[in-house]
């Protein structure tokens, strides 16, 4: 499995972007997928997780701010990211699940000034 992800870019605060990721390769209808971001010196977190069925998981610091979505025919995800603050400002990684194994995008960089 592999996974493209793309859409980062340089932002100003408050301001929106929406980050794109499509899986290629052996997909399973069931399965979850999401991104996760990781600032310098921190550690990885979660962002968003959204399964094949439609439910999402919003971490608590993105929670009314960002929504997530997937086109299943596409085997892609999407990131909807509003209101965006210099915190968010990380490098967004990709995410599929399933069965178990766990695939990762190579990352896309989100910079958000003040």
């Known amino acids: 499995v592999q996974l493209q992800a793309s859409g980062g870019g340089l932002v100003q605060a408050g301001g929106s972007l929406r980050l794109s990721c499509a899986a290629s390769?052996?997909?399973?209808?069931?399965?979850?997928m999401g991104w996760y971001r990781q600032a310098p010196g921190k550690q990885r977190e979660l962002v968003a997780t959204?399964?094949?069925?439609?439910?999402?998981n919003l971490g608590p610091s993105v929670k009314g701010r960002f929504t997530i979505s997937r086109d299943n025919a596409k085997n892609a995800v999407y990131l909807q990211m509003n209101s965006l603050q210099t915190e968010d400002t990380a490098v967004y990684h990709c995410?599929?699940?399933?069965?178990?194994?766990?695939?990762w995008g190579q990352g896309t960089q989100v910079t958000v000034s003040s």
């Open positions: 995410r599929l699940l399933q069965s178990d194994t766990v695939a």
């Open positions: 390769g052996t997909i399973f209808s069931i399965n979850i």
């Open positions: 959204i399964t094949s069925t439609g439910f999402t």
